[in-house]
């Protein structure tokens, strides 16, 4: 009897700071045989985010951590090659938690069944996946709506894009920050942004306040830091922060201050929003009908770095945090 083996990707040891290569390792595990009610898939395709940083730490989050000599677990789309299943048939796409490895074995419960005929499957993991429906949420969280001057950080990266194209599908304004030239470009040729200005030229603030002389409604938040300073500065009475990522800080050693200028938050009647995206999930049908439609009729561009190989995807999450990826990070499985 033939062995099927998979490559996986384990936590090696707890990083402190940023991550190195030395705290993963790359191992071959033999699959386990199916049993009744349980398929075998094939990824095609698996997410690092930077999120995952955070369950590498030990203690208590939102999300369990990490265990040290497991295999990491992620987002990813994949096709069922075996079923012993009504649920599935061989050939069909679904997307799981199961990344960071080559092969497993799950039961029906785990999966979620997606459009094999989408292009490219990877979207899956991006536009029309959770960072897709992070940045849907978080819109919604506030109400974001016609007419609104929105800011958004990190404005380049999975959730960033999408929130500022949907955004504009709104009727909003919508400006952006960003960490290159070509970043730049991207948000302004490709996803249509208003203004788009690169975060490292010049400070923040005066840049913010350069592009939206008026101030803003919204401030979307994915890094923490000086920005989230800027735009408390610069958001109106009575405007709105989406509190959805601080990847500023996710490698800090320690604790940093909050804003100095946090008593705006009192001073201009401002709503700050924290949001988990899994908190959600009772309305992955209504994103996925809104957000799949405007996907399909060419209204929202999908943008990805792709790495290709099991072996390459520690050095895809590290690519993360040196400002890598334009739009999703996403490594190709088979």
């Known amino acids: 009897m033939t062995h099927l083996m998979s490559r996986e990707v384990r936590l090696a040891s707890r990083p402190t700071g940023l ?14 045989p199916l049993k009744h009610q349980q398929v075998l898939v094939r990824n095609r395709f698996m997410s690092v985010d930077p999120y995952m940083r955070g369950r590498m730490n030990a203690g208590k989050s939102y999300v369990p951590p990490f265990e040290v000599g497991e295999v990491l ?21 679904v997307i799981s938690n ?11 419960k785990e999966l979620h069944a997606v459009d094999g005929d989408v292009e490219p499957l990877s979207a899956y993991l991006g536009a029309l996946g959770m960072t897709g429906m992070t940045a849907w949420v978080g819109l919604n969280l506030v109400d974001v709506k016609a007419g609104d001057v929105i800011f958004i950080s990190g404005a380049a990266g999975a959730v960033g894009s999408v929130a500022g194209q949907l955004a504009k599908l709104r009727g909003c304004r919508v400006i952006g920050s960003a960490g290159s030239t070509e970043k730049i470009s991207f948000l302004r040729d490709e996803c249509g942004f208003d203004s788009a200005f690169n975060y490292k030229t010049g400070p923040v603030l005066e840049q913010l306040n350069a592009a939206a002389t008026d101030g803003i409604d919204v401030y979307f938040d994915n890094v923490g830091g000086d920005a989230l300073e800027a735009a408390l500065s610069a958001l109106r009475v009575h405007g709105r922060i989406v509190a959805c990522g601080s990847i500023s800080g996710y490698n800090a050693e320690k604790s940093r201050p909050g804003p100095s200028n946090l008593f705006n938050v009192i001073t201009k009647r401002l709503t700050m929003k924290g949001m988990i995206v899994s908190d959600w999930l009772d309305h992955q ?18 943008r990805e770095t792709v790495v290709a190989g099991i072996d390459r995807a520690v050095e895809a999450f590290l690519g993360l945090f040196q400002g890598k990826n334009v739009g999703k990070m996403v490594v190709k499985l088979s």
């Open 98 to 108: 199961f990344g960071w490895r080559e092969l497993f074995v799950a039961s029906p």
């Open 19 to 32: 991550p190195s290569a030395a705290n993963f390792t790359l191992a071959s595990t033999e699959v386990a």
């Open 285 to 302: 049908n209504e994103f996925e009908k809104e957000v799949g439609g405007y996907y399909r009729a060419g209204k929202l561009k999908h």
């Open 73 to 93: 677990q992620g987002g990813a789309v994949g096709e069922i090659i075996e079923s012993r299943t009504e649920e599935f048939k061989p050939g069909d796409i």
